[in-house]
């Protein structure tokens, strides 16, 4: 979501479906797990965001879509 970035709000990739992962060394398939992690959206969490921050990451995102 570039976008996101764009209006400085710090992103991520989503994390990983741990099944990948390589220390599970697992050739088994997931596919709900692997369509969430491929798809999710990680934002910015901290009991530290100000009302503000979180109204403009929202606003962002309904922009968005």
């Given at each position: ?49 100000a ?15």
């Amino acid at each position: 979501m570039g976008h996101l970035k764009n209006n400085g709000i710090g992103t991520r990739p989503f994390y990983p479906a741990l099944h990948a992962e390589p220390v599970y060394n697992r050739s088994d398939r997931y596919p709900v797990a692997e369509r969430i992690a491929s798809q999710g959206l990680w934002l910015p969490s901290s009991s530290n965001l100000a009302d503000d921050d979180i109204a403009r990451a929202c606003s962002a995102i309904r922009n968005y879509f």
